[in-house]
């Protein structure tokens, strides 16, 4: 059985993933506002993802007797300077996610709930291709600098995620 404050803390969880679904939105307008169309192209396969990350908190509150609740989102940042700053952004948010997983597991632990500790694992795993892939992008934006070739092509492969 969840425990209030494990059902409390998994709602939580529930409004950073669509926090981050709306995140990377907003991301996208950007880059669709300012040119990278693969950028844009990307952040809203990521957006998808996101909520997609949500629903199966969502689904796992209702398998187990818990109640989701659906949050007010706050506004995401709309204006950033650069590509190199987006991807420096939604790294910086992928950490946040990943601290507030390892909490979430903490929890799980510390209360011996182990469905729970099970069902985290899928995000654990998941957390680490996200971090993997943001940085991974970030290092070859950083590559190519503010040269307008570079960033064309950085662009073009944002565009092949499928």
């Known amino acids: 059985m969840l425990s209030k404050e494990m059902e409390k803390r998994l709602n939580d969880q529930l409004r950073e993933?669509?926090?981050?679904?709306?995140?990377?939105?907003s991301i996208a307008a950007w880059c669709?506002?300012?040119?990278?169309?693969g950028g844009a192209h990307f952040f809203k396969k990521q957006y998808e993802e996101e909520v997609g990350h949500a629903m199966r908190i969502y689904h796992y509150l209702t398998e187990v007797d818990g109640k989701p609740v659906i949050p007010a989102?706050?506004?995401?940042?709309?204006?950033?300077?650069?590509?190199q700053?987006?991807?420096?952004?939604?790294?910086?948010?992928?950490?946040?996610?990943?601290?507030?997983?390892?909490?979430?597991?903490?929890?799980?632990?510390?209360?011996?709930?182990?469905?729970?500790?099970?069902?985290l694992q899928w995000y654990v795993n998941e957390q680490v291709e996200e971090e993997a892939t943001m940085k991974n992008i970030l290092a070859q934006i950083?590559?190519?600098g503010t040269d307008s070739r570079g960033l064309f092509l950085v662009d073009r492969e944002l565009a092949k995620r499928e």
């Open 85 to 119: 700053q987006v991807f420096e952004k939604a790294l910086e948010h992928e950490k946040h996610i990943t601290r507030c997983i390892s909490e979430l597991m903490d929890l799980a632990i510390k209360e011996k709930d182990h469905a729970t500790a099970a069902f």
């Open 73 to 83: 989102l706050d506004q995401p940042p709309a204006e950033f300077e650069s590509l």
């Open 142 to 144: 950083r590559m190519v």
């Open 32 to 37: 669709d506002a300012n040119d990278y169309p």
């Open 17 to 25: 993933e669509f926090y981050s679904a709306w995140y990377y939105l």
